[in-house]
């Protein structure tokens, strides 16, 4: 896990990131003239006709439904609803809307760029599950090679960098993933910009759910 930095090292190594611009997931940050930010989704860029917000709480809504009006659980997916620009003051309002976009992300990233993330093989996360959630543990390799490389894929699936390992012999997640997965260096939109990686420590409960219906199924 991550140990929690203060805001001032979160919104420092922001400011260290951002420079004229930069993404993050699927959001695109923009330095504005007069001073402050403005967010929008990577593919609104060049767009003009745009729906404006001015408080980093309604990242929460924005972020809640994807284009189609259905549920968000997973909010590193690549299913963030497009047609909104937010607008913020200064770096301690993005940094709020960015926690709201991606939660805990910005937490995660500022320990890894200072040294300090500790990362949680999969298996340590399976072991550590309790009632309902125990059976996850019983998962195969095989198993886990399939479903990981379904479930966390950057196409469709989950715009995180992974950092953790399959197990305690640092056998990679999954073989179905390609290494720039792995490579906090690569954005995992496959754009190719200037992005803060959502580096993933550990298995998020959506996998850890995901692994327990694998396992029921049979």
């Given amino acids: 896990m991550a140990t929690p930095p203060g805001a001032d090292a979160i919104e420092q190594a922001l400011e260290r990131e951002i420079g004229d611009g930069c993404a993050i997931g699927e959001i695109l940050i923009r330095g504005v003239a007069s001073g402050g930010f403005a967010l929008c989704h990577r593919d609104d860029g060049g767009a003009g006709k745009l729906r404006d917000f001015d408080d980093p709480i309604e ?5 809640k439904f994807d284009d189609h009006g259905r549920y ?7 299913t963030l609803r497009q047609g909104w620009r937010l607008k913020l003051r200064d770096v301690s309002e993005l940094r709020r809307a960015l926690d709201y976009f991606y939660p805990g992300r910005l937490c995660v990233f500022s320990a890894w760029k200072r040294n300090r993330l500790q990362t949680t093989p999969l298996r340590e996360t399976l072991d550590r599950q309790s009632g ?3 059976v996850a543990a019983k998962i195969s390799d095989e198993q886990i090679n399939d479903l990981v490389g379904d479930f966390c894929r950057s196409d469709g699936g989950c715009l995180r960098t992974i950092l953790w390992k399959r197990d305690g012999a640092g056998a990679v997640p999954s073989s179905k993933l390609p290494s720039l997965k792995f490579d906090p260096a690569h954005h995992q939109t496959g754009r190719g910009e200037h992005a803060i990686p959502l580096v993933c420590q550990e298995a998020c409960p959506l996998l850890v ?3 327990r ?3 029921r199924a049979e």
């Fill in 209 to 211: 759910n995901a692994a």
């Fill in 132 to 134: 309902m959630y125990r």
């Fill in 213 to 215: 219906e694998v396992v």
């Fill in 72 to 78: 968000r659980p997973l909010k590193t997916a690549p």
């Fill in 59 to 63: 990242a929460i809504a924005i972020a």
